[in-house]
T-cell receptor, first 110, second 114 residues
Framework: AQSVTQLGSHVSVSEGALVLLRCNYS??????LFWYVQYPNQGLQLLLKYTTGATLVKGINGFEAEFKKSETSFHLTKPSAHMSDAAEYFC????????FGGGTRLMVKP | EAQVTQNPRYLITVTGKKLTVTCSQN?????MSWYRQDPGLGLRQIYYSMNVEVTDKGDVPEGYKVSRKEKRNFPLILESPSPNQTSLYFC?????????????FGDGTRLSIL
């Protein structure tokens, strides 16, 4: 069975600062990996995904993530935070079934 | 517009009163799924369906039923709701069940069982 751990249930950054949201997974087979974002009172939207090929994946709104097999990680980054990035972010691993991490709430201070 | 539609968005009800949350998608997706979201636990899968008349249990199926009589619809049924089923529920769909396709989510249904 697969599992996902997101380090830090809450992360706070200043506007313009680097955003780093951590995700580690465990899986017995090579997984597909996803990051989703959830804005208040909305469903989840896909930010980016890794299936095969290039390990650095670019997504929407300036986010990117790097798949590191040796570290079983798929951390999400953005060079410069914007107020509109405040939301909850979920990392997910798919080996057939989709398994989510517990989520990280990102707060952006002016 | 491609979307997953859930109804109702909000519901407050009492223990034991049967309820149904509807879910409909207009993307001709084969795979549909129900999740519940609880603080600190992320989303946990309740049931999923790989195609019409094919459904299976997810991680937390107890107390729930589903059906998939048509490709576009996947209702979630709580026959005898209990307070521990108070949660935020999401329906999702994807093109297939291979796992490499992203899921499209509805806007959620917030259920309160008193």
């Amino acid at each position: 069975a697969q599992s996902v751990t997101q380090l830090g249930s809450h992360v706070s950054v200043s506007e313009g600062a680097l955003v780093l949201l951590r995700c580690n997974y465990s899986s017995s087979v090579p997984p597909y990996l996803f990051w989703y974002v959830q804005y208040p009172n909305q469903g989840l939207q896909l930010l980016l995904k890794y299936t095969t090929g290039a390990t650095l994946v670019k997504g929407i709104n300036g986010f990117e993530a790097e798949f590191k097999k040796s570290e079983t990680s798929f951390h999400l980054t953005k060079p410069s935070a914007h107020m509109s990035d405040a939301a909850e972010y979920f990392c997910a691993v798919s080996v057939g079934m989709l398994t989510f991490g517990g989520g990280t709430r990102l707060m952006v201070k002016p | 517009e491609a979307q997953v539609t859930q109804n109702p968005r909000y519901l407050i009800t009492v223990t034991g009163k049967k309820l149904t949350v509807t879910c409909s998608q207009n993307m001709n997706h084969e795979y549909m799924s129900w999740y519940r979201q609880d603080p600190g636990l992320g989303l946990r899968q309740i049931y999923y369906s790989m195609n019409v008349e094919v459904t299976d249990k997810g991680d937390v199926p107890e107390g729930y039923k589903v059906s998939r009589k048509e490709k576009r619809n996947f209702p979630l049924i709580l026959e005898s709701p209990s307070p521990n089923q108070t949660s935020l529920y999401f329906c999702a769909s994807s093109l297939d069940s291979l796992g490499n396709q992203p899921q499209h989510f509805g806007d959620g249904t917030r259920l309160s069982i008193l």
